[in-house]
């Protein structure tokens, strides 16, 4: 499978870059959560704001980088009439703390929202402002910069701060190469592997997704501010789409417990006489994870990580590890991105499933530490683009990863986001390692992440959050 | 062999008495609360079993459909033994229902008898039923997962001790031989398969209705698609309140369920349904026996039956995961099958030649299939954690250690890789 062109088709110079490009080499991020106190002095801040925001036209190259996303109370704290907040998407109006989703999510147990630090419908959390920049210096520079405008303006408050940072070999905290398996947005202009080409509507609003059909997208049914800055519905409703070239973002910060993740992989892998057999509990980490920590994908390489940079990410399943004797069913990579081997399907018909519940990742990796800079927790700032939650990250975490049954798994969840369910009494999963002569499993799977908040946001594009400053 | 048959009953229920019984039903229990009144745990022929409300309505002719009772059961055996098993091992749980309910015994003229000629006077057909792991008692499916977890358990302890698949199999097999706890797992039980003398006659029946189908087909697309009118709302537009009734009873256990009313359309519509919902029967029982229903493997079974005389139809099932997700993934696989059976459907999403539009649509149809979705008062599994590939492995697995004659090397890995 070849790497195929992508022409350029979509209005990248109307969509957030953050979308579209992940911004790998600036290193140094911040989440800014924020909060307005007055609709017409954050609108006012807003319209200052939106200068540092960056498109998603990738022949630019910035080296400081600005976005922001509105949760729906942000929006009414703008002045968003309430007709127009109510045409979000439930999942936004309801927030990612709900009885129901907190079940599909597995936010129960260690993960309850009554314990997290922030979101799951926090009542002031209005939006996420999220900075990028090649080094923490400079990163500090313009975060003050950007700081001091909020300040500025008497109506926006920050209500926390959330560092974080992409290490140079592109490693996440428990060692692994990260955001190797992206899809490629139809119509960006980037070239990609043909199987990853995903339409436009999966991620962006305003665009046909997969079904072929635009995605819902919120429409302005009660007139306000000035209209002319937004585009019609593409579906003909006759009303003005405040959707177009946004999407929807997903944000939860995960922590990673990393030195209980690898002293499980060694407990289960010891050699006979007791000592830790470190190439063996590398193996198992990597067949629970679908990769190796270099990033090379287990079924090119099953027995060995060859190290270096990460290999092609141009593989299938489907004709060289159909039964997952290479990357087991149940690991972390297959099981969320199952590519041309969902179920027993052929393979047309399992990448046609597959790609109607991708995400595009741009995360981040955190550490706190204490006065003494010594780590205290770490993680990751797990934030997604989809066009439907429930569809793409719901339909992931909870039908794939915290799936116990999937294929021929029966007590299994995602070894590293899974959750079993709550009402099992207390049964601990297992992960099965497919393989000849018999299949082996790896029993009592503890819990290796913690979320530790969460919410749903709407980034919007450029044109409609200059909308947003005429409410 | 014995086959899941399937019992359905609609009751009327005495319009002042709709509210009190709707609080009795709601305390009637489910799979996690099993402190429900209703003693399902008794019936051990029960594979699935429910009693909803089919909410009172107002048909577009404005005719006024009074609410009833409508209770469902997948049973091994005959239906008539099962109601009177109900009579017989729920007496007290059937007269707090049917007490609420029109011509219902008097409370001194209760006993098995009445109960039972009530009961049996309720029955109603079951026009479209479909059984995801069809031909297994619920005794089977229990002992099939017991024997797995052994085996598998064996598997553990024996880890590292065999060279070869063969000699896998071979220890696997002795270990289930010696144990005298699985004998029974030896009994001869060949797998369903499709049966092609019936599809064959199918097609004999089919064939000479061709003209007849066309027909249909021409006057549904020019004539009543025409003048239908779609809910047109999408699932992110259905009403909070609504959706929250049906969400609090889900993603609890392993298996969902839902239950929808409809409204039948007129005309050639309901032509269709009928001949549809025989058609999709038909198939059911004689293609779809291997663990999926046009490609969908999540389904435990599925049941179609039309009601308040012919101007109503509901529709319930059981299934692994999600309502996006089975609905989704039915969408993804056979959204023709869906537009067939739910075209007929009042405010059902515009269907093009019957197969295309429809489900395609698919935030228009989850928003109409979650608007006509009721709440299953009481609802009942007799495995409610197990998936439904996971029960046809098992018994693929028994049937490959025992009733398969001699293995080759491929079938001997195929059989440990479901271990």
């Known amino acids: 499978m070849a790497v195929v062109s992508n022409p350029r088709s979509i209005e990248l110079y109307d969509i957030q870059g953050l979308v579209t490009r992940g911004y790998g080499k600036l290193l140094a991020r911040l989440y800014l959560m924020i ?145 190797i398996s992206q899809p490629t947005i139809k119509g960006s202009g980037r070239p990609g592997p043909e199987n990853d080409i995903v339409a436009t509507g999966e991620f962006l609003l305003g665009y046909k997704n997969q079904y072929e059909l635009y995605p819902f997208s919120p429409l302005i049914t009660d007139p306000q501010g000035d209209l002319n800055w937004l585009p019609a519905d593409a579906n003909d409703s006759g009303h003005k789409d405040l959707g177009r070239n946004g999407s929807f973002m997903v944000f939860r910060q995960i922590e990673q417990y990393v030195d209980k993740f690898h002293t499980f992989m060694e407990e289960k892998t010891k050699n006979p006489d007791g000592t830790v057999n470190q190439e063996a509990a590398d193996k198992l980490a990597a067949k629970c994870v679908g990769r190796w920590k270099s990033g090379a994908s287990l079924v090119n390489y099953p027995d060995k990580d060859p190290g270096g940079l990460p290999d ?96 021929h798994l029966t007590n299994d969840i995602d070894v590293i986001i899974g959750v079993p369910p709550q009402e099992n009494d207390g049964q601990k999963s297992q992960f099965t ?39 | 062999m014995t086959k899941q048959r399937a019992v359905s009953l609609q009751i009327p229920v005495i319009p002042e008495q709709l509210s009190a019984l709707t609080e009795l039903l709601q305390g009637g229990g489910n799979p996690w609360d ?104 619920v005794q089977q499916i229990k002992g099939e997962a017991e024997l797995h977890t052994a085996i598998r ?45 019936m599809m064959i006659l199918f097609g004999l029946i089919v064939l000479p209705l061709l003209p007849f189908i066309i027909i249909m087909v021409l006057v549904i697309h020019f004539g009543d698609e025409k003048h239908s009118k779609p809910l047109g709302i999408n699932v992110n537009q259905v009403p909070l309140k609504h959706l929250e009734k049906m969400r609090i009873q889900e993603d609890i256990i392993y298996q969902n369920q839902i239950s929808q009313v409809f409204e039948v359309k007129r005309g050639m519509r309901k032509v269709s349904l009928h001949f549809f919902l ?50 989704g993934d039915f969408v993804d696989n056979s959204g023709w099958g869906l537009n067939l059976v739910y075209g007929p459907s009042v405010g059902y999403p515009t269907t093009k030649w019957l197969v295309k539009g429809g489900a395609y649509k698919i935030g228009e149809f989850l928003g109409w299939g979650r608007t006509m979705q009721v709440q299953s008062q009481i609802w009942y599994c007799a495995y409610p954690w197990d998936g439904l590939q996971q029960i046809v492995d098992r018994t693929k697995l028994r049937t490959e250690l025992f009733n398969s004659g001699k293995l080759n090397d491929y079938e001997i890995k195929k059989a440990l890789s479901r271990i």
Request: aromatic letters at 12%.
């Open chain 2, 34 to 137: 099993k402190n429900g009144f209703f003693p399902f745990d008794l019936f051990t022929e029960v594979h699935f079993g429910r009693w909803i409300i089919a909410p009172a309505g107002t048909l577009q002719n404005g005719k006024h459909i009074p609410a009833s009772i409508v209770y469902a059961a997948n049973v091994d055996g005959a239906e008539k033994a099962h109601v009177e098993r109900l009579a017989t091992l729920a007496p007290d749980a059937i007269d707090k229902i049917g007490s609420h309910c029109v011509g219902y015994p008097a409370e001194g003229n209760r006993n098995l008898a009445t109960r039972i000629k009530f009961l049996m006077s309720c029955k109603i057909g079951t026009p479209g039923f479909y059984v995801g792991a069809p031909e297994r008692t």
């Open chain 1, 35 to 179: 909060e307005f106190t007055d609709a017409a002095k954050a609108r006012g801040w807003l319209k200052e704001f939106i200068p540092h925001v960056d498109d998603a036209d990738h022949t630019t190259t910035d080296k400081l980088t600005a976005h922001i996303s509105f949760t729906c109370k942000g929006l009414s704290g703008l002045g968003l009439s309430d007709e127009n907040v109510n045409n979000f998407p439930i999942p936004m109006r309801e927030s990612m703390n709900t009885p129901n989703r907190n079940r599909l999510l597995g936010d129960y147990g260690d993960n309850d929202p009554k314990e997290w630090l922030w979101g799951g419908n926090q009542s002031n959390l209005h939006a996420c402002v999220i900075l990028h920049a090649l080094d923490k210096p400079s990163l500090d520079k313009y975060a003050a910069e950007i700081k001091k405008m909020m300040t500025d303006s008497g109506a926006v408050n920050i209500i926390r701060e959330m560092p974080g940072f992409a290490r140079a070999d592109g490693k996440e905290p428990f060692g692994f190469h990260d955001g």
């Open chain 1, 433 to 471: 390692i497919q393989g000849e002569p018999a299949n082996e499993f790896v029993n009592d799977i503890e819990q290796f992440v913690r979320i530790r908040g969460g919410e749903y946001f709407f980034m919007p594009g450029l044109a409609a959050l200059k909308y947003l400053t005429t409410l």
């Open chain 1, 312 to 407: 092609n990410d141009d593989f299938g399943y489907a004709d060289h590890d159909r039964f997952g004797h290479r990357c087991p069913y149940g690991s972390h990579m297959r099981r969320n991105n199952p590519r041309d081997s969902f179920r027993w399907y052929d393979k047309e018909q399992s990448l046609k499933v597959s790609k109607r519940h991708r995400i595009m990742r741009r995360g981040s990796s955190y550490e706190d530490l204490d006065t003494e800079g010594k780590m205290t927790e770490t993680g990751l700032h797990f934030v997604c683009f989809n066009a439907d939650f429930e569809m793409q990250f719901e339909f992931i975490q909870h039908a794939w990863a915290n799936n116990r049954q999937l294929r």
């Open chain 2, 278 to 327: 025989w058609a999709t029967s038909w198939l059911a029982r004689n293609v779809y026996v291997r663990g999926e229903l046009m490609g969908t493997p999540t389904i435990h079974f599925a049941r179609w039956l039309i009601i308040d005389n012919g101007t109503r139809y509901v529709f319930f099932s059981n299934f692994d995961q999600s309502f996006d997700m089975y609905l």
């Open chain 2, 153 to 197: 358990e064996f598997t553990i302890k024996n880890k590292g001790k065999w060279k070869t698949s063969r000699e896998a199999y071979d220890a696997v097999r002795e270990f289930v031989v010696n144990d005298p706890k699985w004998e029974w797992a030896h009994a001869k039980f060949k797998l369903p398969k499709v049966n092609w003398p």
